[in-house]
C-alpha cells in the first residue's frame, strides 16, 4: 500500500499551505473584534459551539475516516497522542490538585492541553516543514489518534470533571455513545464498503470546512488577555506540557526504537508540538470546564506553537 490516505482526503496544496494558519490568526482576531464591539451578546459563541459538535465535527469524521485506508505500519504514530494524553491525565490530575486549581481547570487542561491541533495547524505545519509525503501520516494521527482520543477517553473526563457528583457508568456511557463526533465515526467505519457520491463527499468537506474558521470565532470571542495574569499558573503548566514535554518524549521515544528520525519520526514530533485542540476546547467550554481557560489557552497557544514547532523540526536536523 503506497499511499496511507487517498489524494482526495487532504484538502492542502502547495499554493496555499499557508492559508490554514493565516485563517486561524484572522479568525481569531475577527472573534476578539466582535466581543469588544458588542456587536454579539455574552453568550453568542455558545450558538457557534452547538454547531461545531453537532455538525462540522461529525461531517471531518465522517469524511476523513470513510476515505482513509490504514497501514499496519503507521500504529506506533497513531498511538502516540493516545499515549500523550494518557500522560497528560496524569500530570494535569496531580499537578492541578497541588496548585489548587478548580476541578473545572483540570478537566480542561487535561483535554484541551492532552490534545494537539494536529489537523488544522498540523496539516500545514507538516507540509511547510516536512512536504506533502507526510500529509497522509499526519492526517492518520489526527483521525485515528487525536480525534478518536476526543470522541472516546476525551468524552470520560468531561464526564467525570463536569459532573457536581461522581457519574454512574451508565450516565458515562450515555454520555459517550450519543457524543455526536463518535457517531460520525461509527457511521464512516460502517460505510466504509459503501463509496459516497461525489455530490455526498462534497457536501461533507463544505460542511467540515466550517470547523475552523466557527472554533476560532468562537475562542477570540471568550478570549480574555486581561486574564492572563489570574491564569498564568494554569496557561504555565498546560501549554508548558502541550509543546515542550510532547515533543520530548516523542523524541526520546523514536531515539530510543529507532536511533533515527525518518518521515514517521519527524512527522510524530511536528504533530506532538502542535498547540492545544481546538476541537477539544469546544467541547470543554461546552461541558462548562472554565471556559476563559480553554480559550486562553488556544487563543495563546496558537502564536506560541507556530513559533515553537519549527524550533523542534530545526533542533532535529542538527541531531540528523
Not at 72 to 88: D, R
Request: a positive charge; one cysteine or more.
Amino acid at each position: 500500500m503506497n499511499g496511507v490516505v487517498p489524494p482526495s482526503a487532504i484538502r492542502i496544496t502547495g499554493e496555499d499551505e499557508m492559508t490554514n494558519l493565516l485563517l486561524l490568526l484572522a479568525c481569531l482576531l475577527a472573534g476578539m473584534a466582535l466581543r469588544r464591539s458588542g456587536r454579539v451578546g455574552v453568550q453568542g459563541h455558545l450558538a457557534l459551539n452547538a454547531v461545531i459538535v453537532h455538525i462540522a465535527l461529525p461531517a471531518v469524521a465522517l469524511r476523513s475516516l470513510h476515505a482513509m485506508a490504514f497501514d499496519a505500519s503507521q500504529i506506533w504514530p497513531v498511538l502516540m497522542p493516545w499515549l500523550l494524553f494518557g500522560l497528560g491525565f496524569v500530570v494535569f490530575a496531580v499537578l492541578g490538585r497541588r496548585l489548587a486549581l478548580s476541578q473545572a481547570s483540570i478537566g480542561a487542561l487535561i483535554l484541551v492541553c492532552g490534545l494537539g491541533n494536529t489537523s488544522f495547524v498540523g496539516l500545514p505545519m507538516i507540509e511547510t516543514l516536512h512536504g506533502r509525503d507526510g500529509l497522509g501520516l499526519g492526517l492518520l494521527i489526527d483521525q485515528f489518534g487525536s480525534y478518536l482520543v476526543l470522541s472516546t477517553i476525551g468524552i470520560f473526563v468531561v464526564t467525570l470533571y463536569a459532573a457536581q457528583a461522581r457519574p454512574s457508568p451508565r450516565a458515562m456511557a450515555i454520555k459517550i455513545l450519543s457524543f455526536p463526533p463518535l457517531i460520525g465515526v461509527a457511521v464512516a467505519i460502517a460505510l466504509r464498503p459503501v463509496s459516497f457520491p461525489s455530490e455526498l463527499d462534497a457536501a461533507l468537506a463544505r460542511l467540515g470546512d466550517m470547523l475552523a474558521p466557527l472554533a476560532l470565532l468562537s475562542v477570540g470571542m471568550q478570549l480574555r488577555l486581561d486574564a492572563l495574569r489570574e491564569q498564568r499558573r494554569a496557561l504555565c503548566l498546560g501549554l508548558g506540557y502541550k509543546l515542550l514535554v510532547c515533543p520530548a518524549i516523542v523524541l526520546v521515544i523514536v531515539l530510543a526504537r529507532e536511533g533515527r528520525f525518518g518521515m514517521a519520526g519527524h512527522v510524530s514530533l511536528i504533530e506532538a508540538a502542535m498547540p492545544p485542540m481546538i476541537g477539544a476546547g469546544i467541547v470543554a467550554t461546552q461541558a462548562d470546564l472554565d471556559p476563559h481557560l480553554v480559550s486562553t489557552l488556544i487563543g495563546v497557544g496558537i502564536p506560541i506553537g507556530l513559533l515553537v514547532a519549527p524550533l523542534w523540526s530545526w533542533g532535529l536536523g542538527l541531531l540528523s
